[in-house]
């Protein structure tokens, strides 16, 4: 879920983790659990949270909201094409 | 040396009453008559003449002494044993030797007078003729007999005059059970070894009662008892002696191993009589001297006993005949003078094809792999071993692909990004977006063209699926000739194979076909519109920096990103996809061929081939990365690629055994020691390991002796006799065994072989020389520090003394086989 902290920045929490998008270490976690191919982004990850008043706040989060949705919408078809691009290596190599 | 000779042990003279042929004619036919031994059993009388002209006359032929008596049982032995007389008499025909033809008459002419018949100037067929309807007693006929050596033989199985006849085991009108009858017999038979029946398998009323109850065999021998001369001849037994009275008590005492009656063996039951070694020409070297002594032993085309004590030069015979090894023994034989001389032919240099097994060898044959050589496994295994290297290959070329690729992959996208992975934060910033008009997104526009990759992908499928139909095919066994009955099979299976190929065939035409049309497909609309999206978007881009180049600079920032996330995420899928095919194609080459359940005796083997020394993939992966979590892969990996840039920390993933920092100048350096060091593991492996399942559970979980027991079933199997070996010579295969493997395994094994094949058996032990039935043994002394070899047969005054000196448990063997109340180490006179 898209949140803020206590200093107003914005955070992504999921699974009792809470990554800072402004902070690069926390960010490149977050990078890494969000590319994982295993994974399967469940739909709440980039919900704004709807406790966020601030309308500020909330277009800000929006826009990431935004950004990381038109991700996760392209992370299935990605994957795939990635699976069928090693095995159409072996059929290249095959031939 | 004893061969399986024709015999038939009971007919009647020209001077027995029974029969009305004449005297020159019965000569005559007894000298053209295919038979090797004879014995003539007149009733009651014994023409010890006409005998003395036959085996004056007849030399290529044994001549037996007999007779056949008609026996009653005295009363006072019926009442004490309580038993049941049906009749007034049975017959049976008494042997010995030739030799004591004279005293025997005499002797039984005093039972003759015994039963008042007055033999003074009658001929031999009259007093023949007065016996008629009389008998002598069994006790008086033993007791007269006593200093005699003879074999008793009774009618068993004939409609009258058989034992069984006279004393019944039943009444089959009644249903009584006349126990004590029973009782009776078998204490005549069970405690004497020079008895036996008449008749062939079917006749079994006193042998079936041995055979189910006692777990032993009386012998039954089958004559001809002929009342015409033509019928001499035509009924016969097979019996393994040399053909002298003398040595009756081998088949005697071991009937299953020496007898075989003519109503089931037609034909000599030694099949390689004319294809075996003959002997063996040796020059043995006296180390005291130097000096050569040549020695020529002669072989049985069976069963050849090798006996000795320790160091007595038996292993140096094995190892000459063989010719294995025998460079060992250079100080007693001098072995390039060698000859070798096989049935029918001269003595040659070179040795004849053998099997050798060689002394100890049984476990380590297993352990070492040369399991895969024995004939029984050899071609199980070896086709087992060839589809498992062609899969092996095929993955190798595999893992070079993949690995090749990923390496491609990771220097392609870390060349791109440079490790770094876009701060996003300029998401934040205040954009004004107004007049940027939107791009259309190339990637996920949905036309046409995407449909025809998919369907050139699905073909391409279908292809794939097309050619592991065709090799499944290939693979397809037309049965061996050996199997008659399932030659039938064979158009079957190759018009079946056709017609599938024929199929197949325009399965690939089809796809060929399509494939081009595709390929050829007019897909200019897709072009077209690909152009057309291309240019619509560059001018849209152009137009929007045009009219608010900040909004756009912020939008082509934001692409950046996305699309930066979306090739890590690629980058990523590819790896796990990699690391998923060598995983999975890993265990498929690692994991054992077995092939079918193969019968043997009665219990189930298989035969397996394996690459024991083949590890996971991310066993080689955990070898090459520090602290690497195989379900963390495509983590590990993507943790690397963010550390390309720098060479201090890519170190730090790798292996410091294995990555010295001073040899590997940059991070490049490291990705490519990376996926050579991955690849070079894996193809490293030194052999495929063969195994074998006994009955379902791994030979290698048995205890030595049971592991041994059952190589042995397999070493011994009957494909070797395929293999055209001449001879098979095994060095104390008893080893590790205990006393029921030795009985029920191996001595079952040699005296089932021994009838097809040559055998050379070097042993230590009693059981497995006298149960296993060795026709000729041949004693390994040390004579004067130079080593010599004797030879005879377990019957033999000398061997018997070596059998007792020499084998462990001799002497209780030897007093097994010939009776026990009748064993004495001096030959009897």
């Not at chain 2, 499928?461 to 499944?472: A, F």
């Not at chain 2, 397996?608 to 992966?621: A, H, Q, W």
Request: glycine residues 4%; hydrophobic residues 35%.
């Amino acid at each position: 879920m898209i949140g803020v902290n206590k200093e107003d920045q914005v955070v992504i929490n999921h699974n009792d983790k809470s990554y800072c998008l402004k902070n690069p270490e926390e960010y490149q976690k977050l990078v890494i659990l969000i590319t994982d191919p295993k994974i399967e982004l469940d739909g709440k990850i980039f919900e704004v949270d709807k406790d966020i008043t601030d309308s500020r706040l909330k277009a800000i989060c929006t826009k990431y909201k935004e950004f990381f949705e038109s991700f996760k919408n392209s992370k299935a078809q990605i994957i795939e094409q990635a699976k069928l691009e090693v095995e159409q290596q072996l059929l290249t190599k095959a031939d | 040396m004893d061969r399986y000779l024709k015999c038939d042990l009971h007919m009647h003279s020209n001077s027995c009453y029974s029969r009305k042929y004449s005297k020159e004619d019965f000569i005559n036919h007894m000298k053209n008559v295919d038979l090797d031994v004879f014995s003539i059993t007149d009733h009651n009388v014994v023409d010890v003449k006409l005998y003395k002209e036959l085996i004056k006359d007849l030399r290529d032929k044994n001549i037996i002494g007999g007779v056949e008596l008609n026996l009653s049982i005295d009363e006072e032995l019926v009442k004490k044993h309580k038993l049941f007389i049906k009749g007034e008499y049975f017959h049976a025909v008494l042997w010995f030797s030739t030799v004591d033809l004279d005293e025997f008459w005499e002797q039984l002419k005093v039972l003759i007078s015994e039963l008042k018949i007055d033999i003074k100037g009658k001929t031999i067929k009259e007093i023949s003729k007065a016996t008629e309807g009389k008998s002598f007693l069994l006790s008086r006929v033993q007791d007269v007999f006593k200093d005699f050596n003879y074999f008793l033989t009774f009618h068993e199985g004939k409609s009258s005059r058989c034992l069984s006849n006279y004393l019944p085991n039943s009444d089959t009108k009644s249903g009584i059970v006349y126990n004590d009858n029973q009782v009776f017999k078998h204490n005549l038979f069970y405690y004497n070894n020079r008895l036996a029946i008449e008749g062939g398998i079917k006749t079994k009323s006193i042998s079936s009662y041995f055979e189910e109850n006692l777990n032993t065999i009386v012998t039954r021998f089958f004559f001809s008892d002929a009342l015409e001369l033509e019928e001499i001849g035509k009924k016969f037994t097979w019996i393994n002696f040399d053909g002298k009275f003398e040595s009756l008590i081998l088949p005697l005492s071991d009937p299953n191993a020496r007898v075989f009656t003519s109503d089931i063996n037609t034909e000599n039951p030694q099949k390689n009589r004319e294809n075996y070694l003959e002997k063996i020409k040796l020059y043995l070297i006296n180390p005291k001297n130097n000096l050569e002594v040549e020695k020529i032993i002669e072989f049985s085309p069976s069963y050849n006993g090798i006996i000795g004590s320790r160091g007595s030069g038996k292993t140096l015979l094995g190892s000459a005949l063989s010719n294995t090894n025998v460079s060992d023994y250079s100080k007693y034989i001098n072995n390039a003078k060698t000859e070798f001389k096989i049935f029918g032919k001269g003595f040659q240099k070179s040795s004849p094809k053998c099997k050798y097994l060689a002394q100890n060898t049984l476990l380590t044959l297993f352990k070492n792999g040369e399991a895969k050589n024995i004939d029984f496994i050899k071609d199980f295994y070896g086709k087992l071993e060839k589809e498992k290297k062609e899969l092996t290959k095929a993955f190798f070329i595999k893992a070079k692909t993949l690995l090749d690729y990923e390496k491609t992959e990771f220097i392609s996208i870390s060349t791109k990004y440079q490790s770094t992975i876009n701060d996003i934060t300029f998401l934040e910033d205040i954009v004004n977006e107004d007049y940027i008009i939107p791009i259309i997104n190339i990637d996920s526009f949905q036309d046409g063209k995407s449909f025809i990759t998919n369907l050139s992908q699905n073909i391409e499928n279908i292809d794939k699926k097309v050619q592991e139909l065709e090799e499944k095919l290939n693979q397809l066994k037309i049965s061996s000739d050996e199997y008659t009955e399932l030659i039938p099979l064979n158009s079957i299976v190759e018009d079946f194979k056709n017609s599938i190929k024929k199929h197949l065939k325009l399965i690939k035409d089809e796809i060929s076909r399509t494939r081009k049309e595709i390929t050829n497909f007019d897909n200019t609309p897709c072009i077209l519109r690909d152009k057309l999206i291309k240019k619509y978007n560059n001018l849209v881009i152009s137009t929007n920096n045009l009219t608010n180049k900040p909004g756009q600079a912020h939008l082509d920032d934001k692409d950046y990103a996305l699309k930066q996330l979306q090739e890590y995420t690629k980058f990523r899928a590819k790896t796990q996809k990699v690391f998923d095919i060598l995983s999975l194609g890993l265990i498929d080459v690692k994991s054992e061929a077995k092939s079918e359940e193969i019968n043997i005796n009665n219990d189930k083997l298989t035969i397996s081939s394996t690459i024991e020394d083949l590890k996971d993939y991310k066993e080689y992966l955990q070898e090459e990365l520090k602290n690497y979590n195989d379900l963390k892969h495509s983590e590990k990996m993507f943790e690397i690629l963010m550390s390309y840039n720098d060479k201090s920390k890519i170190k730090d993933f790798f292996s410091g055994q294995k990555y010295k920092a001073n040899s590997l100048s940059s991070s490049n350096a490291y990705i490519e020691k990376f996926y050579s060091n991955l690849l070079s593991s894996i193809q490293k492996f030194d052999s495929f390991t063969i195994k074998l399942y006994f009955n379902g559970k791994d030979l290698e979980k048995y205890s030595p002796g049971k592991k041994s027991e059952i190589l042995l079933d397999i070493f011994l199997d009957k494909s070797l006799l395929n293999e055209q070996y001449l001879y098979i010579v095994l060095d104390q295969p008893e080893d590790n065994m205990d006393t029921k493997t030795i009985t029920t395994k191996l001595i079952k094994r040699l005296r089932e072989l021994k009838r097809e094949i040559q055998i050379f058996v070097i042993s230590h032990s009693a059981a497995v020389i006298i149960n296993g039935d060795s026709e000729n043994l041949i004693y390994a002394f040390e004579d004067e520090l130079a080593l010599s070899y004797s030879q005879g047969r377990i019957i033999d005054k000398d061997m018997k003394k070596n059998i007792v000196d020499i084998l462990d448990g001799g002497e209780k063997n030897l007093r097994m086989r010939f009776n026990k109340y009748d064993f004495k180490m001096e030959d009897k006179k």
